[in-house]
């Protein structure tokens, strides 16, 4: 937090254990300023597309932001791909998204130019730690 700006809120929400439970825990975390515009989702670009389908079915308007941390091995990058290929249809199946392959929907944020958004982090890969982070940045 020593580099947030003086004005940044952090919110930190320790119950959800999947991408779903995050986008809806989120939800209900900003709900008073979900009309404030757009809420940049920053996670592993193989994740995105399931964080997306979670958090705009969760009636969150959202500005993907990826990270590229796409493992070196071909065993780890396999395995992310199964989990993210079973997870995109366990989301659909679920109802948890509107589609298997959930694009990101443009019309659910304003233009994200010269505007500061707020943030939300969600971590898909780490075992280690099941904690997902929403933090607002104004």
């Not at 091995?73 to 290929?85: G, K, N």
């Not at 982090?121 to 933090?135: F, G, M, Q, R, Y």
Request: hydrophobic fraction near 35%.
């Amino acid at each position: 937090t020593q580099h947030l700006p003086p004005t940044a809120k952090l919110m930190v929400d320790r119950r959800a254990r999947n991408t779903y439970q995050n986008a809806v825990f989120t939800g209900e975390l900003v709900s008073r300023q979900i009309n404030d515009g757009c809420w940049l989702l920053i996670t592993s670009a193989t994740h995105m597309p399931r964080a997306v389908g979670a958090f705009q079915a969760a009636g969150i308007p959202i500005a993907p932001w990826p990270v590229y941390d796409t493992p070196q091995s071909r065993e780890a990058q396999s395995a992310i791909l199964h989990r993210e290929l079973l997870g995109l249809v366990w989301y659909r199946v679920a109802g948890w998204t509107d589609e298997i392959y959930p694009a990101y929907r443009t019309s659910s944020c304003t233009s994200t130019k010269d505007k500061d958004l707020p943030l939300s982090l969600t971590s898909s890969h780490d075992k280690e730690s099941p904690i997902k982070v929403t933090a607002t940045i104004r």
